[in-house]
């Protein structure tokens, strides 16, 4: 069975802090894409970024990085220099192997990032 | 821009009534929507896949004679929650992509804005 575990619930920083949301996740496909989104209150999923499991690269943008280390299945999101307009919740999802578009999502971690 | 559009984004409706909600892809003809509800504070959990043309597969667990699923054209799904109860109430929110997937073209699933349902 696939599985997307975001253990932390919330999260609360001061502006220009770093932080990072955790993602585990569990599949026995050997392929398969994982997923970051953001979701601001307003409740529209803002895509963050995709993924793929033959990829292991580590990813930056802006202040946004993200880190995939297969061996312990994880796929963790750091902002760096977290702003208030940081806020919001974030989804890690997961997807099928032979149905990429249909995501399997974490439990969300909510960020608050205060001034 | 955005290219998946839902319709209407809030609705309150009483109890023992019938809400349709709708999800169109504004710039590519989507063979398959997929439907999501998230109860608050909640994660999202799919609801049902819906291919065009072809009937819907609900996930286990969803009543599919209660969420009602129609992709009529390569455009447009609808879902029409039916005898909405107050335990209906959710944030319910659409993704759409076309033959292939979206990595086929290279470019992130998008999702709807999402429609937040109060039965009241």
């Known amino acids: 069975a696939q599985k997307v575990t975001q253990a932390q619930t919330e999260i609360s920083v001061v502006e220009k802090e770093d932080v990072t949301l955790d993602c585990v996740y569990e599949?026995?496909?050997?392929?398969?894409?994982l997923f970051w989104y953001k979701q601001p209150p307003s409740g529209e999923l803002v895509f963050l970024i995709r993924r793929n499991s033959f990829d292991e690269q580590n990813e930056i943008s802006g202040r946004y990085s993200w880190n995939f280390q297969k061996s312990t299945s994880s796929f963790n999101f750091t902002i760096t220099a977290s702003q208030v307009v940081d806020s919001a919740v974030y989804f890690c999802a997961l997807s099928e192997h032979y149905n990429t578009d249909k995501l399997i999502f974490g439990t969300g971690t909510r960020l608050q990032v205060f001034p | 821009g955005a290219v998946v559009s839902q319709h209407p984004s809030r609705v309150i409706c009483k109890s023992g009534t019938s809400v349709k909600i709708e999800c169109r892809s504004l710039?590519?003809?989507?063979?398959?929507m997929f439907w999501y509800r998230q109860f608050p504070k909640q994660s999202l959990m799919l609801m049902a896949t819906s291919n065009e043309g072809s009937k819907a597969t609900y996930e286990q667990g969803v009543e599919k004679d209660k969420f009602l699923i129609n992709h009529a054209s390569l455009t447009l799904s609808t879902l029409t929650v039916t005898s909405a109860h107050p335990e209906d109430s959710s944030f319910y929110i659409c993704?759409?992509?076309?033959?292939?997937?979206?990595?086929?073209?290279?470019?992130?699933?998008?999702f709807g804005n999402g429609t937040r349902l109060t039965v009241t």
């Open positions: 993704s759409a992509t076309t033959v292939g997937g979206s990595n086929s073209y290279n470019s992130p699933l998008h």
């Open positions: 710039d590519f003809q989507a063979t398959t």
């Open positions: 599949t026995r496909d050997t392929t398969y894409y």
